[in-house]
């Protein structure tokens, strides 16, 4: 896919091992009460979760279990009382708004990655571009729905400054998250689609996707996604919560993020 991909073979071994001895040092040295957490995530980072659980697991006391959707829905079942104690959202507002409404620990809010949206068009003669989508019909343009998914709200803003109509923008295809845009176009169901560079990396990486890079436009300048988390009221005594806070600031936790497409804020994108 692109040179944050081009060695995830060797990175991976590398990656388990500086993370397992990292994290066993961290869990000796401060002898870990056992917990177990849930954390609510965003679609798109939900592959990248599964796999910092899964280490986390190995060499704590703790264990985690994923719960991944898109961020409004998360941010509304956690409102009403989902049990859920760590957020990691798509983007800034949710956190906060929780945080403003009592649901979530003041100043724990934090920035974990930049995601990155791009334009996916297989089969498009030269690199895409957002005014040509206009020439297609508008069901056969998917997008995650903007009233729930940050990622689907920054195409829409995209498409809106291509001025493209608004007319066209209203029948374009919305679904649940950024991840069905992703296997939408990847099946054929749909001509073009908004995705996430972590959704196109993760797929590439498993073999489930096979992905051109001249057939997407990347969208970096004009809708890079803050996502942030925030530690829930629910799970500010929860050391298995707390101590997957700390571990995301960690060198090698973060290496295993940029791995999979993001970066962090001040960094510049290498698309």
């Known amino acids: 896919m692109n040179g944050r991909s081009a060695h995830a ?20 040295s401060q002898g ?18 599964l ?31 989902a049990p859920y104690d760590i957020f990691m959202a798509a983007d800034r507002d949710r956190p906060q708004q929780l945080v403003d409404r009592g ?35 508008p069901r056969s ?6 009233a729930f998914a940050p990622y689907g709200e920054a195409a829409w803003h995209s498409l809106a400054r291509a001025d493209i109509s608004a007319v066209w923008r209203e029948g374009i295809l919305r679904v649940d998250n ?9 099946q054929g169901h749909v001509s073009a689609g908004f995705v996430a560079r972590s959704s196109l990396i993760s797929g590439v990486r498993n ?34 919560a707390q101590f997957w806070l700390d571990q995301m600031q960690t060198p090698s936790v973060r290496e295993l993020i940029r791995r999979d497409g993001y970066r962090f804020p001040g960094e510049e994108t290498d698309a």
């Open 32 to 49: 870990v009460e056992s917990a177990e957490a849930r954390i609510a995530v965003a679609a798109n980072f939900r592959n990248t979760a």
């Open 51 to 81: 796999v910092i659980a899964e280490a986390l697991q190995r060499v704590s006391p703790h264990r985690y279990e994923i719960i991944a959707g898109s961020t409004g829905k998360l941010a509304s079942q956690i409102l009403n009382g």
């Open 178 to 186: 950024i991840n069905l845009v992703t296997g939408l176009v990847a």
């Open 9 to 28: 073979g060797v990175l991976l071994p590398r990656l388990a091992r500086t993370l397992c001895a990292g994290l066993l040092w961290a869990c000796l």
């Open 207 to 240: 073999g489930s996707l096979k992905v051109n890079e001249s057939e997407v436009l990347w969208l970096a300048s004009d809708a890079a996604l803050d996502q942030m988390m925030v530690l829930l009221t629910r799970g500010e005594n929860n050391p298995a």
């Open 141 to 146: 343009v998917c997008i995650a729905n903007p």
């Open 103 to 137: 649901a979530a620990v003041a100043g724990s809010q934090q920035i974990y990655a930049v995601g990155e949206l791009g334009l996916w068009w297989p089969g498009v003669s030269g690199t895409p571009a957002l005014t040509a989508l206009a020439n297609l019909e």
